[in-house]
């Protein structure tokens, strides 16, 4: 979540000028259960296992994509989730409610490239993989074991939490600028488990991967 802090101004004054090539986004769930996809923006979508939901995303966009589980919705599209719940809604409008795994993007910025990571900044539920289609540049996995290890603290109903969320502290949140917040017992836990994840504020750019803009990617939850 650091980079589209950051650079939203920026993006916001150059999405102007941007022709808008779209990216297509092939979003797979490969769990043995159901997984109802979340993206913003983009809407939701229950999709089987196996199944695969595309959704086309114009150039400049600042976007994320999540999975949700364990949802009951009504035929008018309204329930709820046990993870990444938003507002009830089965199309989501807006982000969720932790604890959930993140695919963040932030399409054609500057040198026209595409910013993605994977971000445990909001904890996880499920293991995903976020990647470009083609083999001109790197994609990232976050598949380690956090809700079996979750410790008992971080522990929540389908997912692990991120320290932030439960302890609303500097130590884990990082927040108050210094940018100089040292690893702490959770930060390691899940950057053993998820290495290139982007786990808290002071992760920076390691956790970035970067594309040329208008490459295809695809999310597959339990890759
Ligand atoms: C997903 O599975 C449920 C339960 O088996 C079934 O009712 C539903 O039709 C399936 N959805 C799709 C899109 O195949
Ligand atoms: C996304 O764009 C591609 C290429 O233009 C098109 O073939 C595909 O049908 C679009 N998918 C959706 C879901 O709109
Ligand atoms: C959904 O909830 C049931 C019952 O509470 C639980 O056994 C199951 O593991 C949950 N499924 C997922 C995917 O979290």
Known sequence: MGFIKVLLPCILSISFFTFAHAATFDITNRCSYTVWAAASPGGGRRLNSSQSWQ???????????????NCSFDGSGRGQCETGD?????????????????????????????????????????????????????GVKCTGRI???????????????????????????????????????????FRERCPNAYISPQDGQTSTFTCPASTNYRVVFCP
């Open 55 to 69: 959704i086309n995303v114009s150039s400049g966009t600042v976007g994320r994509i999540w999975g949700r589980t």
């Open 86 to 138: 938003c507002n009830g809604l089965l199309e989501c409008q807006a982000s969720s409610r932790p604890p959930n795994t993140l695919a963040e993007f932030a399409l054609n910025q500057l040198n026209n490239l595409d910013l993605f990571d994977i971000s445990l900044v909001d904890g996880f539920n499920i293991p995903i993989e976020f990647s470009p289609t083609t083999d001109v540049c790197r």
């Open 147 to 189: 809700n079996e290890e979750c410790p008992d603290e971080l522990r929540a109903p389908g997912g692990c939490n991120n320290p932030c969320t439960v302890f609303g502290t500097n130590e884990y949140c990082c927040t108050d600028g210094s940018g100089t917040c040292p690893p702490t017992e959770y930060s390691r836990f």
